[in-house]
Nanobody, 123 residues
Framework: QVQLVESGGGVVQAGGSLRLSCAASGRTLRYAMGWFRQAQGKEREVVAS????????YYSGPVKGRFTISRDNTKNTVFLQMNSLKPEETAVYYCAARRDTGSSYLDYDYNYWGPGTQVTVSS
């Protein structure tokens, strides 16, 4: 079993930056990781994913060039650096772990989920 806990959410003005962290504990094997978000009244969507080694990343179209996913396997932590945030990116951001070394942008490929952290971007 793997436990995930996100941190770093909060309120930021449009154009600002936040850095989310996701700490994994438990049987943290060679897992790929992903970040997803869900705005109120909308479906959950992928933001970014990263494979076990960190050599392969994926970004959704809306965040490409502004967000960066990274990981520190020595600390079992995954990060999401978010720059130039927009009000429409207000959502609960979730970290997820996949029992596979390869990354995926599909939420059903992930086996473990954190409780989420709220990100609010004010205009």
């Amino acid at each position: 079993q793997v436990q995930l806990v996100e941190s770093g959410g909060g309120v930021v003005q449009a154009g600002g930056s936040l850095r989310l962290s996701c700490a994994a504990s438990g049987r943290t094997l060679r897992y790929a990781m992903g970040w997803f978000r869900q705005a109120q009244g909308k479906e959950r969507e992928v933001v970014a994913s990263i494979n076990w080694s960190g050599s392969d990343t994926y970004y959704s179209g809306p965040v490409k060039g502004r967000f960066t996913i990274s990981r520190d396997n020595t600390k079992n932590t995954v990060f999401l650096q978010m720059n130039s945030l927009k009000p429409e990116e207000t959502a609960v951001y979730y970290c997820a772990a996949r029992r596979d070394t390869g990354s995926s942008y599909l939420d059903y490929d992930y086996n473990y989920w954190g409780p989420g952290t709220q990100v609010t971007v004010s205009s």
